[in-house]
């Protein structure tokens, strides 16, 4: 694997089918300023901290973003290291197929000098799946220790990363007076548990709705204002996804 300078880099994609790690440049990089997202401000407190925590080398927690499609997840990881890419944080984002790698990755990032964020977007597993083991082995390590200079935050749409099925709770039993899981419903928690911060995410309301397209530089009339909620209502929804695609649908002057 080739190793890039970090001095200069300060974001890198994993590249599968290259085993590569491929640098995004500066100009590049899609990091929305941190004020720009409204209604999640329990959040964007609480990641910042504790990524900030972990850059300046203290204990921090692996972090799970999790709730409603569009609501801020993604970008919240993007907006934080915005802010702390100038303090020393570093990111590898690698696709959910790509996790069997994450071992080999982890190997290459232990010696650096640099604090790495591993983010992994849309997270989510079927029962089974290889690469559900491979993130339990870097989260929580194996017989060597987990490397402390990585810390991995991932969004999902789900709490556990894994469906959910009625079947797994019918299993959990009583036996006298404490509650047992089923397997299954133990094997999902055993991933989700490692993650030490749970943040999660849900619709905005109106309010914040319009704030977020009136942010996405809409003027809003009242004409403006039914057409954005009917827009969302459209979409399924509010969310800030929904409040920029709106404003990405209307016409420009000049």
Same mark, same amino acid.
């Given at each position: 694997?080739?190793t890039?300078?970090w001095?200069?880099?300060f &974001?890198?994609?994993?590249?599968? $089918?290259r085993? /590569?790690?491929?640098?995004?440049?500066?100009?590049?990089?899609?990091t929305?300023?941190?004020?720009?997202?409204? *209604?999640?401000e329990?959040?964007k407190?609480a990641? #910042?901290? !504790?990524?900030?925590?972990?850059?300046l080398g203290?204990?921090a !927690?692996?972090?799970?973003?999790w709730g409603a499609?569009?609501?801020?997840?993604?970008?919240l990881?993007?907006?934080?290291?915005?802010?702390? $890419?100038?303090?020393?944080?570093?990111l590898?984002?690698? @696709?959910?197929?790509?996790?069997?790698?994450?071992p080999d990755?982890? @190997?290459?990032?232990?010696h +650096?000098?640099?604090?790495? #964020?591993?983010f992994?977007?849309?997270?989510?597993?079927?029962?089974?799946?290889? /690469?559900?083991? /491979?993130?339990?082995?870097?989260? @929580?390590?194996?017989?060597?220790?987990?490397?402390?200079n990585i810390?991995l935050v991932?969004?999902? !749409? $789900?709490?556990?990363?894994?469906?959910e099925?009625m079947?797994?709770?019918?299993?959990?039993?009583?036996?006298?007076?404490?509650?047992?899981?089923?397997?299954?419903?133990?094997? +999902?928690?055993?991933?989700a548990d490692?993650?030490?911060?749970?943040l999660?995410?849900?619709?905005?309301? +109106?309010?914040?709705?319009? &704030?977020m397209?009136?942010? !996405?530089?809409?003027?809003?009339?009242? &004409?403006a204002?039914?057409?954005?909620?009917?827009?969302?209502?459209?979409?399924?929804?509010?969310? *800030?996804?929904?409040?920029?695609?709106? *404003?990405q649908?209307?016409?420009?002057?000049?």
């Open positions: 694997m080739t890039l300078d001095s200069t880099t &974001a890198a994609l994993w590249r599968a $089918r085993q /590569a790690l491929k640098p995004v440049a500066e100009a590049d990089l899609d929305p300023p941190l004020e720009s997202l409204l *209604g999640i329990r959040q407190t990641l #910042l901290d !504790n990524l900030r925590r972990f850059t203290q204990p !927690n692996h972090a799970l973003l499609r569009g609501c801020g997840k993604s970008s990881v993007k907006a934080v290291f915005g802010v702390l $890419r100038l303090e020393g944080l570093r590898v984002q690698i @696709d959910k197929e790509d996790l069997l790698d994450l990755l982890a @190997d290459a990032l232990r +650096q000098p640099h604090r790495f #964020l591993v992994c977007d849309d997270l989510s597993f079927q029962p089974g799946e290889p /690469a559900f083991r /491979a993130l339990k082995t870097v989260l @929580d390590g194996s017989i060597e220790r987990p490397p402390a810390l991932a969004t999902s !749409n $789900r709490r556990h990363l894994v469906p099925r079947a797994d709770n019918l299993a959990a039993t009583h036996v006298e007076g404490e509650l047992h899981l089923g397997d299954a419903t133990e094997e +999902q928690l055993a991933l490692r993650f030490g911060l749970w999660s995410f849900y619709p905005p309301d +109106q309010d914040t709705f319009l &704030a397209v009136a942010g !996405n530089g809409v003027a809003l009339d009242e &004409a204002r039914l057409e954005a909620i009917r827009f969302a209502t459209t979409r399924g929804g509010r969310s *800030g996804r929904a409040a920029r695609q709106f *404003g649908s209307l016409p420009r002057k000049g």
